[in-house]
Each structure stands twice: as structure tokens, then as C-alpha cells.
Nanobody, 127 residues
Framework: VQLVESGGGLVQPGGSLRLSCTAS????????MAWVRQAPGKETEWVSS????????YYADSVKGRFTISRDNTKNTLYLLMNNLKPEDTAVYYC?????????????????????WGQGTQVTVSS
């Protein structure tokens, strides 16, 4: 599955952004999906994931209550609504197919749980 992320930008602390990830194939709807992020000098973090049907969602503790993952399988598109953004959310955000177990909590990234990323979209939170 080829993935293209969009929607990033520069936003002030407390602001909002909605990221999108569009898949190239109609089989998008059979995959669990996830967002991960990578900040300069920091380890890659798992941010959120969603099951294939969209009915189950999971979040890292660092974003729980602020970010909302969703998907529209009729449009082959994954979303990440980010509210109350903080400077520590600054990173390049990537979407990927997800093959790991459902989980909440730790943002630990295990590469073998994910398919190839898209090209990413930069999110910068700064005043």
C-alpha cells in the first residue's frame, strides 16, 4: 500500500491541525492503520492506531485526550485530528499499516509491527 500524508504545518501552542493519509489501493479497508512520529534527535514514537473497521482506537499516553484517529474506508483515507498542540508534538508524522497487537499507553515503536511509511508531513508547534 502506498501512502501519502498531508495537512501538516506551523501552528501555535494550543492550536489544532488535521492530518490526512491517502492510500493508493482499494484494499485499504482491510488493514489496521497507525500514525507514528519522528522528531530530530529523538526516537521514533508510535502515536495512535485504529482497526480496519474504525471501531477501535488506541493512543499513546502523550497524546491521549488531545488527538483523535479516524478513517474513511470509502475514501481510502486515514485522519489524525490534533488539538491542544504542544511544542513537544513537533515532528514529522507518518502513517503506516499496522500489524501489531492493539494497545494503549507506551509510545514505544517496534518497527516490525509496521508496514512502509509514507513520505511524512511536518508538524511544527511554536509561538
Amino acid at each position: 500500500v502506498q501512502l501519502v500524508e498531508s495537512g501538516g504545518g506551523l501552528v501555535q501552542p494550543g492550536g489544532s491541525l488535521r492530518l490526512s493519509c491517502t492510500a493508493s489501493e482499494s484494499r485499504f479497508g482491510v488493514y489496521d492503520m497507525a500514525w507514528v512520529r519522528q522528531a530530530p534527535g529523538k526516537e521514533t514514537e508510535w502515536v495512535s492506531s485504529i482497526n480496519s473497521g474504525g471501531g477501535s482506537t488506541y493512543y499513546a499516553d502523550s497524546v491521549k485526550g488531545r488527538f483523535t484517529i479516524s478513517r474513511d474506508n470509502t475514501k481510502n483515507t486515514l485522519y489524525l485530528l490534533m488539538n491542544n498542540l504542544k511544542p513537544e508534538d513537533t515532528a514529522v508524522y507518518y502513517c503506516a499499516t499496522y500489524f501489531g497487537r492493539p494497545r494503549d499507553g507506551s509510545s514505544h515503536y517496534e518497527g516490525s509491527d509496521f508496514g512502509p511509511w509514507g513520505q511524512g508531513t511536518q508538524v511544527t508547534v511554536s509561538s
